[in-house]
């Protein structure tokens, strides 16, 4: 037998020989995790993604961390798998091999993972991203990660988007020039953003023993479809002298032609540099250069961030960034079991990345339509503007993640502080009319609550 295949028949799923997927091994009865037995870990009756497995409240199941093979199975409906199947991928997207029952409807795919993405490779360096093409609902931003490694030169160039970014590891030093002819140099590490405003001139470079990655999210000024970007289309230092007449060259800097003979005959793009020195030797002194009075960057990971039940948050945007009025983020820990709140986000689509850990989503989209997604490090969710959603830990380890938005602000409805700040009788009515016993039970339970954006199991 060439691949494994869990070919499930209730009842005589042990006669069948050879199955080593690890769904089958528990089949067969020869393992049985302990904590299956005593923890919540098991949710609902009988092994997860079997027939035999009933649970009516759809818990979250983790198939990484307990070494499971989903299943299209749901309280006794589905049936086994007998054709070809990715392993892998359904075991990163458990909702989607087995969705809760009370996903519905149509909803639009709101996930893509960078891995799915082509990479762009140069010297010293690669770069790949996401954009409308790859994930249709990216509309308002598009992405992409970037790697520079020790010296390495993403090269001088501008665009008409807007460019937001966040170090993911080791450092990395920017220089751009401002709207007022001010320049502008520093030196970011991890969890350290910058902001380019449209058509700010730029150049990055990777320090350090090994240099840096990074995600740069683009905005696009005026426009919707601002999830079209290309980073293959920028305006590069290069590519343009190499298309001028050096004729031209020579009459703008007062120069002989022959100056510019040797000038790059295509764009660098990215490219292996010299090792810079420190900012103070290296920044330019010129009689007429002047510093920026703008600042590009902001230490999103040294705010002391708001500690809440279930994890952490920190919030960069024109508030206390000031020069990134067009986009907001937020910085958000999940720990193991609590839940990112039911909440939505009134004034612009959600954009998230996945730093770490595994997560699972669920997008309701109005009129009875709603869809659950998973999320591992390296993905990248869609939220449209004002759906309802829930973002829970189903790992074992920490989620690290990304929420930015097309916006100045960082806003969101909370679902628990809507409903405790609306009169008790109202939402009684709607909520609890055929159950008051347990309709005063959850109000005692949520009156007093502070705001919790990140809830404890
Ligand atoms: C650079 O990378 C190497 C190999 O992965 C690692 O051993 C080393 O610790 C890294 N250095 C720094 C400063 O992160
Ligand atoms: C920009 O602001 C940050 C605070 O987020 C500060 O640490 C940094 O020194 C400033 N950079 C410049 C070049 O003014």
Redo the contacts with the bound molecule.
């Keep these: 037998m060439k691949f494994t295949r869990p070919v499930l028949l209730a009842g005589v799923a042990s006669a069948l020989p050879h199955f080593d997927s690890p769904q089958q091994r528990l089949l067969n009865g020869l393992e049985l995790p302990d904590k299956w037995l005593q923890s919540k870990a098991t949710p609902g009756k009988g092994k997860p993604y079997t027939p035999e497995h009933r649970d009516p409240y759809d818990s979250a199941i983790d198939p990484i961390g307990d070494d499971l093979d989903p299943l299209p199975w749901r309280n006794g409906k589905g049936a086994s798998v007998l054709g070809p199947w990715n392993w892998e991928r359904s075991r990163e997207n458990p909702d989607l091999v087995r969705p809760p029952s009370t996903d519905h409807g149509n909803v639009a795919n709101m996930r893509w993972s960078f891995a799915d993405s082509h990479i762009r490779i140069e010297e010293g360096g690669w770069t790949r991203q996401t954009t409308m093409r790859e994930l249709s609902t990216s509309t308002e931003l598009a992405s992409v990660n970037m790697r520079l490694d020790s010296g390495a030169i993403r090269e001088l160039h501008w665009h008409k988007e807007a460019e937001w970014a966040y170090v993911l590891a080791g450092e990395v030093r920017i220089t751009a020039l401002d709207y007022e002819g001010g320049s ?3 030196d970011l590490k991890e969890g ?1 953003l910058w902001f380019f405003p449209s058509g700010v001139p730029h150049s990055l470079q990777g320090l350090g023993e090994n240099g840096t990655e990074f995600l740069l999210v683009f905005e696009s000024p005026g426009e919707i479809g601002g999830g079209k970007f290309s980073e293959e289309s920028t305006f590069v230092l290069t590519d343009w002298l190499a298309h001028t007449p050096k004729s031209a060259i020579a009459k703008n800097f007062h120069l002989d032609p022959q100056v510019f003979e040797h000038l790059p005959a295509k764009e660098k793009y990215i490219f292996q540099g010299s090792q810079p020195g420190a900012i103070d030797k290296e920044k330019p002194t010129g009689k007429y250069v002047k510093k ?1 009075k703008d ?5 999103l990971l ?1 705010q002391p961030p708001k500690v809440v039940s279930g994890g952490e948050v920190r919030i960069a945007d024109s508030t206390n ?1 000031p020069l990134s009025k067009t986009v907001a983020s937020a910085h958000v820990t999940i720990k193991p079991g609590a839940i990112r709140e039911m909440h939505w986000h009134p004034n612009a689509d959600e954009w998230s990345f996945f730093i770490k850990g595994r997560a699972r989503v669920t997008i309701f989209a109005a009129q009875g339509e709603a869809r659950t997604f998973n999320y591992v490090a390296g993905d990248i969710g869609i939220v449209p503007r004002n759906h309802g959603h829930y973002v829970e830990n189903i790992g074992d380890e920490d989620i690290e993640m990304l929420e930015v938005f097309r916006a100045d602000a960082f806003r969101d409805f909370s679902l628990e502080q809507w409903l405790l700040s609306t009169p008790e009788r109202m939402v009684l009515d709607t909520m609890f009319a055929d159950d008051r016993e347990s309709g005063d039970a959850f109000w005692n339970q949520i009156k007093d609550n502070k705001k919790d954006e990140v809830t404890k199991p």
Excluded: E, K, L, Q
């Design positions: 502008f140099v520093d350290d920026s600042n590009f960057t902001y230490r040294d960034f």
